[in-house]
């Protein structure tokens, strides 16, 4: 074989090589820079499917993957996130998103009429640039700029590879004939689109090859009408495989996505059919990568338009594809495991490690739900302490449970999360979301401690003084407050909340102290039997515990707030 053909291959695969690489490292610092944004984004999801669109499209842009953001609407379905109407939303909008890319690669053929502009030209810069941004600069925002420099260096140096590559051989005429069996052929223009696909895991790195070879002036326009068609479905593949072993909702998603770009290739690949038929001037034309762009964008945006008013229907046509499990089935599912469990697990699934900053935000809305649930335990332990109430007694237990469930599933995700590539702030959050699941734990085994205390007080009769009673509710009411304003300021990263609650904890620690002595000022006198005051001072105890690590959560949010000043 000749010497000469081996090395242009390797300079292919090399340049294919440093394009997948180079999306990779400019996307990973896009969406380390919109890091705090993706927070919004998250909210405007739960809206309506139009601005999901618009929030599919712009998460797809920043992380220059369609098939990425699919798998976290996976990710979001399964955790109970997302309902299938949004996921509709906004994987019609990461096809949309994922046409940017194609502009990325386009401006090459568009600096061709001017040389200063054509990104081969500056891409060395951007490369050097970018490596001395990232390694001597110490702000984590100006190391974010760098990383992106560096990643759109080599994916425009990769892209003039590739090109390098081929455009020796465009006269050959296996690449005429090639391409002249797949465009009269749409089911094989559409297949090796999904083929390609699915192997690079990436519509928009197949998208990138297809127009490679564009710029070298070897592509038909009705060869990659059909092969577009295809990487959309190919796109499909990676949610589809992500999907195994989620839940059917979850299923549904992916099935979503699937049926949705198979309609769109129906409904263009017939229409593109009966135009090359009647035009086969236009179907033998050598297209351009600007013109594969604007295809690739007017089609994506027409699938969207036409199919969205019928968004409903996809999500009935995907509860056909996906039956429900019988009843009786799920029922000996539940009594085979702990269906609490089974249900927290999926809150934590591991495709939204696809995009960090939503991992983060999972991990904080999980953490401010289990703050939440120890924020009821309180309540119960005090109505169980005041009334001697066994049913508030049994809710304690079984919010405990679960509160420990939280950590243990919290714990992991953390873990994990920590080693993703998050900027220095997310570091920080995820460190004190580790302390703040510690905190919340101990406040509900301290509810528990309360609930044993209230089964001791039935169990022996005691019952406290209506003026004893009243103190503790007083105490009880701080407490409340106290945990209910540190819970409001680790989700808002309130710092007028964090102070807050430092204020109400010394409000408790003299409370506390006051009730205290007073107590044992009666114990004294003899107005208190002994094993009533124990059970009592225990109860102060344990309440006032409670608001130191209320106090700990809004220290490491104060820190927290102080770094960023």
């Not at 000469?4 to 969406?31: R, T």
């Not at 053929?109 to 001395?132: N, T």
């Not at 690949?269 to 295809?295: K, W, Y």
């Amino acid at each position: 074989m000749d010497i000469e053909l081996i090395g242009n291959l390797f300079i292919f695969v090399g340049g294919i090589g440093m394009f997948l690489y180079g999306m990779n490292i400019m996307a990973d610092g896009m969406q380390k820079t919109a890091g705090g944004k993706m927070k919004q984004l998250i909210g405007y999801l739960t809206r309506n499917r139009f601005l999901a669109v618009v929030v599919g499209a712009l998460i797809t842009a920043i992380i220059q993957s369609s098939g990425a953001t699919t798998v976290m609407v996976v990710g979001f379905v399964n955790a109970g996130l997302m309902t299938l109407v949004q996921a509709v939303g906004v994987i019609m909008g990461a096809n949309i998103g994922t046409t940017i890319t194609a502009w990325i690669v386009s401006l090459g053929q568009l600096g061709d009429a001017v040389k200063v502009l054509a990104p081969s030209f500056y891409a060395p810069l951007l490369m050097g640039l970018g490596a001395v941004i990232y390694l001597f600069s110490k702000k984590p925002k100006k190391k974010m700029v760098g990383e992106i420099l560096v990643g759109i260096g080599l994916l425009f140096l990769g892209l003039d590879f590739m090109s390098s590559s081929i455009s020796p051989y465009t006269d050959a005429p296996i690449f005429s004939k090639a391409f002249e069996v797949v465009g009269n052929n749409p089911l094989l223009g559409i297949l090796i689109g999904i083929v390609v696909t699915a192997i690079l895991q990436s519509s928009s790195a197949s998208v990138g090859i297809l127009q490679t070879l564009a710029i070298n002036g070897v592509v038909t326009t009705n060869a990659a009408v059909f092969i577009t068609l295809g990487q959309n479905i190919g796109s499909c593949v990676t949610a589809l495989i992500s999907s195994a072993g989620a839940s059917r909702n979850a299923k549904r998603a992916a099935c979503m996505h699937l049926i949705f770009n198979m309609a769109g290739a129906v409904l263009f690949g017939t229409l593109a059919f009966v135009i090359f038929m009647i035009n086969p001037q236009l179907a033998a034309h050598n297209i351009t990568s600007v013109e594969i762009s604007i295809f690739h964008t007017f089609f994506n945006i027409t699938c969207t338009i036409v199919m969205i008013p019928f968004a409903n229907l996809l999500v009935k046509i995907s509860g056909i594809v996906i039956r429900e499990k019988s009843v009786d089935n799920e029922n000996a599912e539940l009594e085979a495991k702990d269906s609490y469990a089974a249900e927290l697990a999926r809150h934590f699934d591991d495709r939204l490690f696809e995009q960090p900053s939503f991992a983060v935000e999972n991990a904080l809305n999980e953490v401010i739900i289990m703050g939440n649930l120890s924020l009821d335990n309180i309540k119960y332990s005090s109505e169980a302490i005041t009334n001697n109430d066994q049913n508030m007694i049994d809710k304690v237990y079984e919010i405990e449970h679960k509160v420990d469930l939280y950590e243990k599933y919290l714990t992991e995700y953390l873990i994990k999360i920590n080693n993703l590539s998050i900027t220095e702030v997310q570091h920080r959050v995820v460190n004190d979301l580790f302390h703040a699941i510690i905190d919340i734990e101990r406040v509900s085994d301290h509810c528990e401690n309360m609930a044993e205390l209230a089964a001791y007080k039935i169990e022996n009769d005691i019952t406290f003084s209506e003026h004893g009673n009243e103190e503790l509710k007083q105490l009880y009411d701080k407490v409340i407050k106290c945990f209910d304003k540190a819970i409001e300021a680790r989700k808002n990263t309130s710092e007028e909340a964090a102070r807050a609650v430092c204020r109400i904890e010394d409000e408790v620690d003299d409370f506390e102290e006051e009730l205290r002595n007073k107590h044992i000022e009666r114990l004294s006198a003899g107005s208190c039997k002994p094993s009533n005051g124990v059970v009592f001072l225990d109860i102060l105890s344990n309440l006032e515990r409670m608001s130191d690590h209320a106090n700990n959560i809004a220290d490491c949010i104060l820190g927290e707030i102080d770094a960023t000043k």
